[in-house]
T-cell receptor, first 113, second 111 residues
Framework: DTGVSQNPRHKITKRGQNVTFRCDPISEHNRLYWYRQTLGQGPEFLTYFQNEAQLEKSRLLSDRFSAERPKGSFSTLEIQRTEQGDSAMYLC???????????FGSGTRLTVV | GESVGLHLPTLSVQEGDNSIINCAYSNSASDYFIWYKQESGKGPQFIIDIRSNMDKRQGQRVTVLLNKTVKHLSLQIAATQPGDSAVYFCAESQDNNDMRFGAGTRLTVKP
């Protein structure tokens, strides 16, 4: 197992375009989380899944954001009609469940120009 | 609303000295805490965790202290090394919900 894998590592897109990121969690982890991190700040929670069910969404997750985790394995995070304010590092993490530390991926850095 | 934060944004120590990084949390119902280390260009890396029924937990060169009375968490790093230079985050959760992170402290280790 190579840990949590995120693709792509970097994405530059023009404002108004749609982007999709992928996260492959550690295989035996049933929980998967998406966070957003801007420079100099801690990660901000976006949403999380337990298996294929999306259990919580932050108010940060506007209508332009959607996340899926089909079959409870990998997850995708899509941002529609990107805005410059969406520029950030998008981090994915997985865990085995209650009160277990997260394992984070290396993130996808999004730049909207 | 409730938040997690850190006392100091930066900390500079001499190689070989001990480091103490502090964190204040405001949600008295938080029952699980984690310290993470984040190096430039990488995701946060788990260091050590502690549950609210404990006051202290030790790992390799690291110790986490939890004071629930004043809602304070600290990370102690013994014999700090250059490889310890990074941003350190505390995070908390309540009732098996998602982790909430503070803003981080940048630790710089001087040779």
């Amino acid at each position: 197992d190579t840990g949590v894998s995120q693709n792509p590592r970097h994405k530059i897109t023009k404002r108004g375009q749609n982007v999709t990121f992928r996260c492959d969690p550690i295989s035996e982890h049933n929980r998967l989380y998406w966070y957003r991190q801007t420079l100099g700040q801690g990660p901000e929670f976006l949403t999380y899944f337990q298996n294929e069910a999306q259990l919580e969404k932050s108010r940060l997750l506007s209508d332009r954001f959607s996340a899926e985790r089909p079959k409870g394995s990998f997850s995708t995070l899509e941002i529609q009609r990107t805005e410059q304010g969406d520029s950030a590092m998008y981090l994915c993490a997985s865990s085995r469940g209650q009160h277990n530390g997260y394992t984070f991926g290396s993130g996808t850095r999004l730049t909207v120009v | 609303g409730e938040s997690v934060g850190l006392h100091l944004p930066t900390l500079s120590v001499q190689e070989g000295d001990n480091s103490i990084i502090n964190c204040a949390y405001s949600n008295s119902a938080s029952d699980y805490f984690i310290w993470y280390k984040q190096e430039s260009g990488k995701g946060p890396q788990f260091i050590i965790d502690i549950r609210s029924n404990m006051d202290k937990r030790q790992g390799q060169r690291v110790t986490v202290l939890l004071n629930k009375t004043v809602k304070h968490l600290s990370l102690q790093i013994a014999a700090t090394q250059p490889g310890d230079s990074a941003v350190y985050f505390c995070a908390e959760s309540q009732d098996n919900n998602d982790m909430r992170f503070g803003a981080g402290t940048r630790l710089t280790v001087k040779p």
